[in-house]
């Protein structure tokens, strides 16, 4: 049921959808005369389309994001690395049968470098299907085509495709898996996904040492206008906006156990 309610309560209320919405109602309210309600409408909905796309709210919302989690110095050992879905464009490589990368694709760049790096180290794809209406290929079942042909042999992985967010990449990972006491696995995700990650990992029991990439900022923005093209701040925004709320809708539900984890818990 969180799954369901999650994916219907973010659809109304991400900034483009949300400015669409509240356009519809003003034109509703002018239609049937409520001229203050229609103005109403129509000033909110400038105000979240305008901040989302022309300042740079959404780079300063991802930014404590990206910090929390530092990238660590490499380990002399790594038994495995966990990497989280969301890299792969699922209907296209669901109807075109490649591995085309999206966004967040720096996951299984980062996945494929780090294999060759400790050509012993296993290596898990965490990541079904996570949408409620598109019909796509999970990460887990594309990552061996784009692993294979990048140099991980099909041996070192392990694939857990049933997952449909972050909290099921960390139950079901860990059960797959069952680490083992003294071994060092790797997280990999996006920075700005990492505090949530973490600590469903940590929740779940499963010892991980956090390993961000894919970055959005450089973590040196300000309040400004006009910092990025409204294409690139809209999506931030968008981003930034998300994952604030799965952190605090996680908090809410008790599979977290801090609105905003960090290194200390």
Not at 19 to 34: D, E, K, N, Q, S
Not at 50 to 66: D, I, V
């Amino acid at each position: 049921m969180f799954f369901y309610l999650s994916k219907i309560f973010w659809f109304f209320i991400q900034p483009l959808n949300l400015t669409i919405f509240l356009l519809l109602a003003g034109l509703i309210a002018a239609m049937i005369g409520r001229r203050r309600l229609a103005a109403t409408g129509s000033v909110l909905a400038f105000l979240v389309l305008a901040l989302s796309a022309w300042t740079s709210l959404g780079a300063m919302m991802l930014s404590p994001l990206e910090q929390r989690f530092a990238r660590p110095p490499l380990p002399q050992k790594v038994d495995g690395i966990v990497v989280l879905g969301g890299g792969l464009e699922g209907v296209i490589n669901l109807a075109r049968g490649g591995y085309e990368l999206n966004a967040g694709g720096d996951r299984m760049v980062e996945a494929a470098i780090l294999a060759r790096r400790f050509p012993t180290a296993k290596v898990v794809v965490s990541g079904g299907t996570g949408e409620l209406f598109l019909e796509g290929e999970g990460d887990a079942d594309t990552a061996p085509r784009l692993l294979g042909a990048l140099g991980v042999a099909s041996e070192r992985l392990i694939l857990e495709n049933k997952s449909r967010n972050t909290y099921e990449n960390a139950i079901f990972t860990k059960a797959l898996i069952t680490p083992k006491a003294g071994e060092t696995w790797l997280l990999v995700t996006s920075a700005f996904h990492m505090p949530r990650a973490k600590a469903l990992f940590d929740k779940a029991g499963f010892a991980t040492l956090p390993w961000p990439v894919d970055y959005r900022t450089s973590g040196r923005e300000g309040i400004g206008l006009f910092r990025d093209n409204p294409a690139d701040s809209l999506q931030a925004t968008t981003t930034a906006i998300r994952e604030w709320i799965g952190l605090f809708a996680y908090w809410l539900s008790g599979r977290i156990d801090q609105p905003f984890p960090g290194p200390g818990g």
